[in-house]
């Protein structure tokens, strides 16, 4: 077997093998002969062509009977897949069985081919995205929990703000990849349909049997029968992408939190560390976020891609010209950069290395003021929204301009120490003491994987 020569230096970085199996050359001619085994399998169900003619066909639909090169050669000139591999199958078929070959295809057009084999292409892909969606929800979860109650800085517009915890950052891409998988679930009967409509759509060189056939045809490929053939209506495949786009969107999210978690400045958060990872080719000392990179750059190229297949969708009458074939390698080449995404998300989730200790050190970096917040809300119920206010942020102007701990400050403040005791500053000043709901945020975000999941 000839295989096509590819750009296979970074498959192992942005791609997952298996969803690379799924759309190489192979995967693609693949997919398409189990399309014309099972249409002669259905028009021999129903005695359109002879049950004879089934064996020959079936045998002869085996992608390793066929040259790559000389069908991607062809197609230049063909301009579709279908067209060279039919000719290609019907010699095959000839060779044993010459009366076998005048029933291969018949009622079908090229289009049937390529969009039904890309449906069964992309049933494999969803069953592998899913797998690692659901994976990856599960060590999210584990993570979440068991950093429930580690605080650390949050952070909004790039500066500290008020104390969240790990957990409930964890919890916030957990919640992302249930979505996703919820958006899956709900779009697959949409989506995992035959396409079955001959010349324009009518089915009608098949005559009174179209539509047994195209019943027995949905039936051998484990597909549902649609209301009607979708040649030029391409919704299914966008909604689909769509929601691919919203798993490397949600993925870069992670990606990107890591990577600034990772930074010199911060060193709160890690990659999983290993022999090789992450180095520089001159800086003996890096230990750069590679897994994040892909994370980003997937959630950076994908959307480019779709906009691509939203631009194919106003597709001509019955058969589009140039729209549709836009979307040929757009829609694997999106699957493609999602898996790896997943990968690579897989790898992270589930070896986080995690200080603790230097999250403690960060949220005290203010030396304190990231707590104002916590102190003005108590000291409101006792003297005044305004009053609180106007004191805590003269409070803070002074711990700044004279380098000190809020919580000293406080308490060389009369105002203050007059409506709140040394246990209670020193209590309104510890991180862990002011969390608010984060840990009902996890508990959330787990229980909602697990009903997912169970």
Not at 259 to 285: I, N, R, W, Y
Request: aromatic content about 4%; glycine content about 8%.
């Amino acid at each position: 077997m000839n295989q096509r020569p590819g750009n296979q230096l970074f498959d192992a970085y942005f791609t997952a093998r298996d969803m690379r199996d799924v759309f190489c050359d192979q995967g693609r001619v693949q997919a398409m002969l189990d399309f014309e085994a099972a249409l002669a399998r259905a028009e021999a169900r129903v005695g359109l062509i002879p049950p004879t003619a089934v064996a020959p066909i079936e045998a002869a639909c085996r992608a390793e009977h066929y040259d790559f090169i000389a069908l991607g050669e062809a197609i230049a000139t063909a301009g579709n897949s279908a067209i060279p591999l039919v000719k290609a199958l019907g010699k095959q078929i000839a060779k044993n069985d010459a009366e076998a070959e005048r029933f291969v295809h018949l009622g079908a057009t090229s289009q049937d081919v390529m969009d039904t084999g890309l449906v069964l292409q992309l049933r494999r892909a969803l069953t592998l995205i899913e797998s690692d969606l659901a994976q990856l929800g599960e060590t999210l979860a584990t993570q979440a929990l068991r950093y429930v109650a580690t605080p650390l800085a949050g952070r909004t517009w790039l500066q500290h703000a008020t104390p969240v915890t790990l957990g409930m950052k964890i919890a916030g891409w957990l919640g992302a990849v249930t979505r996703s998988r919820q958006r899956l679930q709900a779009l697959k009967p949409r989506l995992l349909v035959l396409q079955f409509g001959g010349a324009s759509g009518t089915l009608a060189a098949l005559g009174e049997q179209a539509m047994p056939i195209a019943e027995a045809l949905a039936a051998e490929l484990q597909l549902s029968l649609p209301e009607q053939p979708w040649h030029t209506q391409r919704d299914r495949l966008v909604e689909f992408a769509a929601v691919l786009g919203l798993i490397a969107g949600s993925l870069g999210k992670f990606g990107r939190d890591i990577s600034l978690l990772m930074q010199t400045e911060a060193a709160e958060v890690f990659e999983p560390s290993a022999p090789g990872k992450g180095g520089s080719s001159t800086m003996p000392h890096k230990r750069n976020p590679v897994g994040a990179a892909v994370l980003i750059g997937a959630a950076t190229r994908v959307p480019g891609l779709l906009s691509t297949l939203f631009s194919a969708m106003p597709q001509e009458h019955e058969r589009s010209l140039g729209l549709w074939h836009a979307e040929w390698e757009t829609l694997p080449e999106i699957c493609c950069l999602v898996s790896g995404a997943l990968q690579q998300a897989l790898s992270l989730a589930d070896g986080l290395e995690v200080d603790a200790d230097r999250m403690a050190r960060n949220l005290d970096l203010t030396q304190g003021l990231v707590l104002a917040e916590a102190v003005s809300i108590v000291l409101a119920q006792r003297v005044g929204r305004d009053t609180a206010h106007h004191l805590l942020e003269q409070c803070c102007k002074r711990a700044v301009a004279e380098q000190r701990h809020l919580r000293a400050v406080l308490g060389d403040e009369p105002q203050v120490t007059a409506e709140l005791s040394a246990v209670e500053l020193d209590r309104l000043l510890d991180p862990a003491h002011y969390l608010g709901q984060a840990h009902t945020w996890v508990e959330r975000a787990v229980a909602e994987h697990s009903a997912l999941t169970a």
